[in-house]
T-cell receptor, first 112, second 114 residues
Framework: KQEVTQIPAALSVPEGENLVLNCSFT??????LQWFRQDPGKGLTSLLL?????REQTSGRLNASLDKSSGRSTLYIAASQPGDSATYLC???????????FGPGTRLSVLP | GAGVSQSPSNKVTEKGKDVELRCDPI?????LYWYRQSLGQGLEFLIY????????KSGLPSDRFSAERTGGSVSTLTIQRTQQEDSAVYLC????????????FGPGTRLTVT
């Protein structure tokens, strides 16, 4: 059974810092991995999707990497801004499964 | 085009009542997922639909939960004889195809069972 964990559970940084969020999964037989952000009381917004054959994806200040063999993904946020404050979730789609398994999320606070 | 929409946005119901939650996926998306997010918990998969195939109901927590998708578009999640532990945010997502395509989420329905 696929299990997804995220470290840290919460993170507070001053504005302008670069930061890394971590996601680990137990079964490396995945189709892809997706990073989301969730604002309080809102649904999820997709940030980046990495296919299993890819090593990384970039969108603006965000960069996500994937090391399938070690069961890890990182989300790098450059020059953090207060607007980046949210909960960040990773989700893996198993290669032989039929749904996404989500991690518990990392709650990020960027202080002005 | 429009994103995934869900209704109602909030629902308060008494214990023992039945509730129906609605999801309108993005037009053309063949896959539709329902998740539940309890307070302080991660997302829990409930059910997904792909085209005309039989839905995967493996995540439904009990037989009080059911879902249908009419005409391959709108989906309704029904909870019968609601219990207080059913209180959560119910999220719907859709995607173009089943095999790991990017999911797009609706804003969710916050269900409170009193």
């Amino acid at each position: 059974k696929q299990e997804v964990t995220q470290i840290p559970a919460a993170l507070s940084v001053p504005e302008g810092e670069n930061l890394v969020l971590n996601c680990s999964f137990t079964d490396s037989a995945i189709y892809n991995l997706q990073w989301f952000r969730q604002d309080p009381g809102k649904g999820l917004t997709s940030l980046l999707l990495i296919q299993s054959s890819q090593r990384e994806q970039t969108s603006g200040r965000l960069n996500a990497s994937l090391d399938k063999s070690s069961g890890r993904s990182t989300l790098y946020i450059a020059a953090s801004q207060p607007g980046d404050s949210a909960t960040y979730l990773c989700a893996v789609c198993a290669l032989y499964g039929q749904n996404f398994v989500f991690g518990p999320g990392t709650r990020l606070s960027v202080l002005p | 085009g429009a994103g995934v929409s869900q209704s109602p946005s909030n629902k308060v119901t008494e214990k023992g009542k039945d509730v129906e939650l609605r999801c309108d996926p993005i037009s053309g998306h063949t896959a539709l997922y329902w998740y539940r997010q309890s307070l302080g918990q991660g997302l829990e998969f409930l059910i997904y639909f792909q085209g005309n195939s039989a839905p995967d109901k493996s995540g439904l927590p009990s037989d009080r939960f059911s879902a249908e998708r009419t005409g391959g578009s709108v989906s309704t999640l029904t909870i019968q004889r609601t219990q207080q532990e059913d209180s959560a945010v119910y999220l719907c997502a859709s995607s173009l195809a089943l095999e790991g395509s990017e999911q797009y989420f609706g804003p969710g329905t916050r269900l409170t069972v009193t």
